[in-house]
């Protein structure tokens, strides 16, 4: 009996073609993404600054913005999403989908600090972000109103002591760093403090002037008008030298109490996955942004200093101050 071969040999070519359409789709698939993030961007990009208008996340990321979207070609626009010490802007940008087009202005709070104090967070920094590169280092310091009898370091020190739990202190919010830092730092001096959390600086600002609040941990960005009016003064600098914007204001090292600095910086973020083309341009656009004369000038002028440098290095920078937030927010006991 004749064997016939048609039949089978036209089923393999029906499997080959099959399989042959199969792997031009995965191909097509394979190729579309990186395809499409080489036109990036083709429409207007946001940044998400995790904290309330005028603070001085918001001003950097406004500035940043401004100069970035000359570079890129695209509007960038600025949307505020405050609460949770940055952790609601933060949860926002990590489920957003990584296509480059939502951006995250953050730093230490939502990156570093609240991750630590909180696992019910609904993101991980390390799995759910994409780190584009450092913007900033930012001085913060302990502010008071003009007409506050507190003059230095020492004296709000004394006074805590003295009024144990009464003397109230700002930060823009719960298991932030600068709540983090201020616990660490009183209960290392033994002190007792009313600590008031704020959704960001310029809330608070109203209060200070008001005398309705004894200390606001404050950036030197949001401080320096009200400061230049004789209307607050900063007693004390939380960063390890002095300001370039205003030398005359001592560190907290110099007013005696060495080793509290807070090391607050911003950085840019995606969500993790984002396509490499994109996150190069925006990594791109950010140093040529920061390397300009008139952005590093207005950075100054906010009492900020701008950062810049390879991303290699800032995601060793990264991993060396988690290992140091995690360290001073354990011993804290700071909880969310």
């Known amino acids: 009996m004749a064997i016939n071969f048609r039949r089978p040999v036209r089923a393999l070519r029906t499997v080959i073609s099959r399989q042959a359409r199969i792997a031009a789709v995965l191909a097509v698939s394979a190729f579309a993404l990186p395809a499409a993030a080489q036109g990036y961007p083709d ?8 904290f309330s208008a005028g603070g001085s996340t918001d001003v950097t990321a406004r500035t940043l913005g401004e100069a970035m979207a000359k570079d890129l070609g695209q509007t960038i626009i600025v949307e505020n999403r405050p609460g949770a010490a940055g952790t609601l802007g933060a949860a926002l940008v990590a ?35 994409e780190a584009i590169g450092q913007i900033t280092n930012n001085d913060y310091g302990w502010v008071v109103s003009a007409g506050s009898p507190l003059r230095t370091a020492a004296d709000l020190v004394d006074t805590a002591r003295q009024r144990p739990g009464q003397l109230s202190y700002m930060t823009t919010g719960v298991g932030g760093p600068l709540h983090v830092s201020m616990e660490y730092f009183a209960k290392r001096e033994g002190l007792s403090m009313n600590h008031i959390p704020y959704q960001g600086e310029s809330q608070a600002m109203g209060d200070l002037l008001a005398n309705r609040l004894d200390v606001a941990v404050m950036s030197l960005t949001v401080a320096a008008p009200q400061i230049k009016a004789g209307k607050v003064r900063m007693i004390s600098l939380l960063s390890a030298q002095r300001s370039t914007l205003m030398p005359d204001i001592p560190t907290l090292a110099e007013g005696g109490f060495p080793g509290y600095e807070i090391p607050v910086w911003l950085g840019l973020f995606v969500p993790a996955g984002t396509p490499a083309p994109a996150v190069e341009k925006l990594a791109a656009a950010m140093q040529k942004s920061l390397r300009q004369p008139a952005f590093q000038a207005r950075m100054r002028d906010l009492g900020a200093e701008p950062v810049g440098g390879a991303r290699d ?9 988690s ?14």
Do not use: N
């Open 43 to 50: 429409r207007p990009v946001r940044f998400i600054v995790p």
């Open 95 to 129: 489920k957003a989908a990584p296509d480059g087009y939502t951006v995250l202005v953050g730093g230490v709070g939502p990156i570093m600090v609240v991750p630590e104090l909180d696992p019910s967070l609904p993101y991980r920094p390390s799995k759910d972000f």
């Open 313 to 321: 290095q800032y995601l060793a920078f990264l991993k060396s101050e």
């Open 323 to 336: 290992a140091r937030w995690k360290t001073r927010a354990a011993e804290t006991g700071v909880s969310r």
